[in-house]
């Protein structure tokens, strides 16, 4: 079975453009997590969805940020207007909810440059 | 504001040798570590995870100590292989229906031939 698949894998842009980040996670899982990784700050969940509906974004940055989840295979976080700040690299990952603790897979990751 | 901490970036052994990777957390709610690797370009990868109602979780050549009382996790890994070489991910999570893991920022793991 694939993975969760990220696209695209790497992304330069020029500050002040709008950056779409896509995401199809595992098939049947339930949970989609975003991820920023960075090295000051690590791997911070920015926001997670359950049936596709958003849980909690208590971690999304700012109102630069949106994600969405339009339905069970498919999932983008957005970032416009983008800042040089926002390099960093992005993972998505899929979980199904089995029980106590679940694990969750993840993509290889976005690695977004903003110039 | 580090719930879960990783505060040494590095560590470097010999291959056959133990692999020691710590942990801190401050959160008292946090009852489910995990350790994830990652290797370069690409996603973590769940390696080993403990139950706050354990103190020692066994897999292999890793093993997982939990200290609750001195809010402290390990992850030993003996004998260490070249291919353990990879960066090392602490994460906890508090249960209740919560899915948010907390991660610390990690631990960069080279074993030398």
């Known amino acids: 079975d694939a993975g969760v698949i990220q696209s695209p894998r790497h992304e330069v842009t020029e500050m002040g453009q709008e950056v779409t980040l896509r995401c199809k996670p595992i098939?049947?899982?339930?949970?989609l997590f975003w991820y920023r990784q960075t090295m000051m700050r690590g791997l911070e969940l920015l926001i997670y969805?359950?049936?596709?509906?958003?849980?909690?974004d208590s971690g999304m940055p700012e109102d630069r940020f949106s994600a969405k989840m339009p339905n069970a295979s498919f999932s983008t976080l957005k970032i416009q207007p983008s800042e040089p700040r926002d390099s960093a690299v992005y993972f998505c990952a899929s979980s199904l909810r089995r029980g106590p603790y679940n694990e969750q897979f993840f993509g290889p990751g976005t690695r977004l440059t903003v110039l | 504001d580090q719930q879960v901490k990783q505060n040494s970036p590095s560590l470097s052994v010999q291959e056959g040798r133990i692999s020691i990777l710590n942990c801190d957390y401050t959160?008292?709610?946090?009852?489910?570590f995990l350790w994830y690797k990652k290797y370069p370009a690409e996603g973590p990868t769940f390696l080993i995870s403990?139950?706050?109602?354990?103190d020692k979780n066994e897999d292999g050549r890793f093993t997982v100590f939990l200290n609750k009382s001195a809010k402290h996790l390990s992850l030993h890994i003996v004998p260490s292989q070249p291919g353990d070489s990879a960066v090392y991910f602490c994460?906890?999570?508090?249960?209740?229906?919560?899915?948010?893991?907390?991660f610390g920022k990690g631990m960069k793991l080279t074993v030398n031939p």
């Open positions: 969805f359950n049936n596709n509906v958003p849980i909690d």
């Open positions: 098939s049947g899982h339930d949970y």
């Open positions: 403990i139950s706050s109602i354990k």
């Open positions: 994460a906890a999570l508090t249960q209740g229906g919560s899915e948010k893991l907390v």
């Open positions: 959160n008292s709610m946090f009852d489910y």
